[in-house]
């Protein structure tokens, strides 16, 4: 049976009394999106994520996981719903703001990577928001660092494997300092090395989080908190453990086995 | 409207959409792009089988290269065209062709550019910047290939250039089939003047990106850049000239538009208080069913002012080039022949 | 000139006559159509009517809707202000005046006619060329201009070009709002630094992606190669028209003719 889990487990820790409540990094209320044919893609989404917070996001193809994800920063917008980045609505005025906030990553790093060398591609975020070239250098030698690819900074983006790719897709928002990171399918096509080297990254990384993912495992390892999209709808939005040791559940909604 | 939104749609295309040219004038440039796609195709290789996939998919990428833009004042973007950038990277014969299938494509699947128009808006925007941006930007290579700026200089102003002569030719030809020139003219040169910009600054970029990345695939480009290659010495006159080029190409065809036109003092009047507008005009300046020349009758005049006004285009900017390698071979020490050993590198 | 790649797309799909017509027909048509017009004298407005019902007829026959062809049509319409000056420039009896700057623009009753013709005609021009394009896959348009006797190698290559348009197309699109996305504003700073490291961004992307396409394009000649391709590029023989078909082109072909015709000596 579906049955719709309204109530999100706290997955993180709340503030001791007396605290200052800091609003949600994210916030969805009642995201509505269809596309421009017609068909209805995301049907009153809301869930809040905390600062630090990290979440899995699952479910069939189709269901709507990446069209959710580009709602995050603002390349698609709906004016049904909205979308609240650290308690700002995203529109026209904010969505520059936004996007040194929140980083996108995509599925194909190839999507993400558009400049000569791993360095300028590293070094665009920053320099389109004004840092100075100081400052952009050591941004960008931090990034790298972070991402295991420091040493790269010469390559052409075209001549280094998938994996390591997809690695200096994900230092390109590393430098613009975001707090949210969103990211597609980052261990799609991955071998088993790239892989682990790739779930060991996402542990370390402090930024909250909204990774899409067919890979249960990563799921299980990485995110304490899971969102299960399907149909458009939020089926589930809870922690991690229980969840997948349902199979039933699991089957119902498409998806693998850890 | 305000200037930019207008010059948007004046010519963020250069592509002149069906109506606007007389059928002489169209049946003219259809003529001329026949006969150079014929000499083009013969060039390329009849059937070879390489370049077919190869030409296709650069269609399709400049194609798709035109979308990419970037915010230049308030609302307006600038682009690029890509006649100069193909010929480059891929000779002006085979850029000729891959530019009239972009053009062409586009006429016919998005209605961007008539289909009467087409043969000019080929030639406009296919062979015009392919052969002006290749002469242009291989003699400024000759020159000044061994520099570290030599590359994106040669691609900046070829680029530019070439955008120049594309906006003239279409001034030309809608001046030819009746617009007014003293409106035609300086708007679109006013607004290639700043296209052009944004087309050089494009195509120096991709320039240099490509030839560090793969110099392999532009054997014929690097051949300029290696210190063994045969150098031009500077020659400030033949700059000038390059430089000026455009501005004289411009001046020549304004002067040419009384002759075009159907208010044939067309820049005495532009000065005058009152319009180029007011008019008392005997029955020799009425119209007739077909635009004409005041004084000559019927489309001969059209097409003899068009061959005129092309003949000097090109007879200019062939002439410059030329002009360049002249002046600079006689004035050259060093003018070892190119195909001798040791001469140069690269295939 | 923006497009999605869905937006691409410019044939409708229908079952009509106008569908079922040979493309060489259509085509020589169209081409035809548009000769007309343009040699139809400003202020021939019967000649411009008798054209324009050929046109709705054919859309009609067509069943493609005639008000999506009246709309997308209005794509030519910007280009019109550059004809505008004709209202102020051809010579003629004075209709009325404009101030404007230092200048009094008179307009005049030739140059309105004028104006009126040039945008007429070119707005049923881009009509009969939707149609076209809206009753013919473009494959089948590429045969027809193969039997009119193009080039093999210029058909070939917009063969080609055309194959792998969207496809290109898809990843500008993609590269455009992969930058947008890292395109962000500090509060305080203007973003975007400055006009020249725009550009060279541009020029880089399009470096890119020129790479990729070459790049593309070798695998793609591998591909044909180990598909067996020899180096000569076949087509199917075009069948001979029917006498059907012949008969519409020589009788539309006459009608176009005829109307250009009168509309000058009269």
């Known amino acids: 049976m579906l049955e719709l889990d309204a109530s999100p487990a706290p997955a993180v820790a709340p503030p001791p009394p007396g605290a200052a409540v800091a609003p949600p990094i994210l916030e969805l209320r009642n995201l509505c999106y269809s596309y421009p044919d017609g068909t209805v893609a995301l049907r009153g989404l809301t869930l809040q994520l905390a600062p630090g917070e990290k979440l899995a996001l699952v479910g069939p193809n189709g269901a709507g996981k990446s069209t959710l994800l580009l709602h995050l920063n603002g390349v698609l917008r709906s004016p049904n719903g909205a979308v609240l980045i650290d308690g700002v609505p995203i529109d026209d005025a904010t969505v520059r703001r936004v996007r040194a906030r929140v980083g996108m990553v995509f599925q194909d790093p190839d999507d993400q990577l558009f400049s000569p060398s791993v360095f300028d591609d590293v070094a665009f975020g920053p320099l389109h928001m004004g840092v100075d070239e100081a400052e952009v250098r050591a941004r960008v030698a931090r990034a790298l660092d972070q991402v295991g690819m420091a040493g790269f900074e010469r390559r052409m983006p075209h001549h280094i494997s998938l994996g390591q790719r997809k690695r200096v897709a994900i230092a390109t928002v590393l430098s613009m300092d975001p707090e949210l990171l969103a990211l597609d399918e980052p261990s799609a096509g991955l071998d088993p090395r790239a892989r682990r080297s790739l779930v060991g990254l996402l542990r370390t990384l402090p930024q909250a989080m909204v990774v899409s993912t067919h890979d249960m495992r990563m799921a299980a390892e990485v995110f304490p908190r899971i969102v299960v999209l399907y149909e458009g709808q939020i089926a589930y939005d809870g922690p991690t453990a229980p969840f997948l040791a349902d199979e039933a559940q699991l089957e119902h909604y498409g998806l693998e086995r850890p | ?347 | 000139m923006t497009l999605s790649s869905a937006g691409l797309e410019r044939y409708i799909d229908a079952a009509s006559p106008v569908h079922a017509l040979d493309a060489r027909v259509k085509l020589l048509l169209t081409c035809a159509t548009v000769l007309a017009l343009g040699l139809l004298p400003p202020g021939a407005w019967v000649g411009v009517l008798a054209i324009a019902a050929l046109i709705w007829w054919a859309v009609l026959q067509a069943r493609v809707g005639l008000g999506t062809i009246l709309r997308r049509a209005f794509v030519a319409l910007p280009f019109a202000l550059a004809a505008v000056t004709l209202v102020f420039t051809k010579p003629g009896a004075p209709l009325f005046e404009l101030p404007l700057g230092g200048l009094r623009l008179t307009a005049t009753d030739a140059g309105l006619v004028a104006f009126a013709s040039v945008v007429v005609k070119s707005w049923l021009s881009v009509q009969a060329a939707l149609l076209l394009t809206a009753t013919t896959h473009f494959t089948d348009l590429l045969h027809a201009l193969r039997a009119l006797r193009l080039p093999a190698v210029l058909v070939a290559i917009l063969a080609f070009a055309y194959r792998y348009l969207f496809v290109m197309v898809d990843e500008a699109q993609r590269m455009l709002r992969a930058r947008e996305c890292r395109s962000a504003e500090l509060p305080g700073r203007p973003g975007g630094r400055n006009l020249g490291w725009r550009a060279a961004v541009v020029g880089q992307m399009v470096g890119t992606l020129f790479l990729r396409s070459y790049e593309r394009s070798e695998r793609i000649y591998v591909a044909m190669l180990s598909r067996g391709f020899s180096g000569e590029l076949r087509a199917l023989r075009s069948r001979p028209l029917s006498t059907t078909e012949q008969g519409l082109l020589l009788v539309l072909g006459a009608l176009l003719a005829a109307i250009a015709l009168l509309a000058n000596v009269l």
Not at chain 2, 205 to 212: G, K, Q, T, Y
Not at chain 2, 262 to 284: I, K, N, Y
Not at chain 2, 299 to 316: D, R, W
Request: one cysteine or more; aromatic letters at 8%.
């Open chain 2, 1 to 347: 409207m305000g200037f930019e939104s207008l010059a948007q749609y004046l010519l963020l295309g250069l592509h002149i959409p069906d109506g606007f040219l007389s059928v002489p004038v169209a049946a003219l440039w259809w003529l001329l792009t026949i006969a150079l796609l014929a000499v083009a195709v013969r060039r390329v290789g009849t059937l070879n089988e390489h370049q077919v996939p190869m030409m296709g998919v650069m269609a399709a990428f400049i194609f798709a290269a035109q979308m990419l833009n970037f915010p230049v004042l308030g609302g307006t973007s600038g682009h690029l065209l890509g006649g100069a950038l193909v010929a480059l990277l891929l000779g002006p014969w085979a850029g000729t062709l891959v530019m009239a299938c972009v053009v062409a494509l586009q006429a016919l699947l998005f209605q961007d550019g008539g289909l009467l128009a087409l043969g000019a808006n080929i030639f406009n925007m296919g062979i015009a910047t392919a052969f002006v941006g290749t002469w242009v930007g291989t003699a400024l290579l000759r020159m000044f290939g061994g520099k570290p700026w030599g590359l994106v200089g040669a691609g900046f102003v070829a680029a530019w250039i070439s955008v120049m002569v594309a906006a003239l030719l279409t001034s030309l030809q809608l001046v030819l089939s009746g617009l007014s020139a003293a409106v035609v003219f300086p708007s679109m040169l006013a607004v290639h003047l700043f296209i052009g910009i944004g087309e050089g600054l494009i195509t120096a970029a991709a320039l240099a990106f490509v030839v560090s990345t793969r110099p392999d695939l532009v054997t014929s480009l690097t051949s300029y850049l290696s210190p063994k290659a045969v150098r031009r010495p500077v020659n400030r006159g033949a700059l000038a000239a390059i430089t000026g080029v455009g501005l004289a190409i411009a001046v020549v065809l304004a002067l040419l538009s009384p002759l075009a036109s159907s208010s044939p003092d067309g820049l005495e009047r532009v000065a005058e208080d009152q319009g180029f507008l007011e008019r008392t005009q005997d029955a020799a300046y009425n119209l007739l069913p077909d635009y004409t020349i005041p004084g000559i009758d019927g489309p001969i005049s059209t097409i003899l002012a068009g061959v005129v006004g092309l003949l000097i285009v090109f007879g200019l900017a062939y002439g410059i080039a030329l002009l360049i390698r002249g002046r600079s071979a006689t004035s050259s020490a060093d003018s070892t022949p190119r195909a001798s050993p040791g001469g140069r590198t690269g295939a």
